[in-house]
């Protein structure tokens, strides 16, 4: 390996650009503030009273205390958004409890709605068995009249012959 030829005309430290950035910056630097060294700002400085810095103090002040109202306010409204997603939370919670219950609630109406149709069912069928039997019951006794008054033609047709 051959070594790396250096520029001798140049230090050290500026051989590499990383070097060398930094170096100029720190020239820039160095170079600005013996500026600001310079008479031009330094009646800059003196024509700023200290009253100056106190109605900025007391403009800063005002407008803390304008954000501190402010945020006063925000944590209000954020406590009262709170309570009612809580309350909304809340209801939901109850809402949802009651929604996961209606199937099961549903089943338990089928199960008693298949009763009650069996049981109406079988009433209709007592209903239309008692309205045949009462049919019947009404044959019967009509044919038990008739069967009476034949019966009682013929006993007063024996009387009326004079009997024996």
């Known amino acids: ?3 790396k030829q250096t520029d001798s005309t140049r230090p050290k430290i500026f051989q590499s650009p990383a070097a060398a950035a930094a170096a100029a910056s720190v020239t820039a630097a160095y170079a600005l503030a013996k500026s600001a060294d310079d008479s031009n700002f330094e009646g800059v400085r003196e024509n700023n009273p200290v009253q100056d810095f106190s109605i900025e103090i007391h403009a800063i002040r005002e407008e803390n205390k304008v954000l501190e109202s402010s945020v006063a ?3 209000a409204e954020n406590s009262r ?3 009612k997603i809580d309350d909304i ?3 939901y919670a109850e809402l949802s409890k009651e929604l996961h219950s209606v ?3 549903l089943v338990v109406e089928r199960s008693r709605c298949s009763k009650l149709e069996a049981q109406i069912a079988e009433l209709q069928k007592r ?3 008692s309205l045949s039997i009462e049919d019947e019951v009404q ?3 009509r044919q038990k009249s008739m069967v ?3 019966m009682e033609m013929a006993a007063a047709q024996t009387q009326g012959s004079g009997g024996v």
């Open 127 to 129: 209903l239309d068995t």
């Open 89 to 91: 939370n809340g209801t």
């Open 139 to 141: 044959k019967l006794g």
């Open 148 to 150: 009476d008054r034949n």
């Open 73 to 75: 306010e925000v944590k």
């Open 103 to 105: 199937p099961g609630q």
């Open 1 to 3: 390996m051959k070594p």
């Open 81 to 83: 958004v709170r309570e």
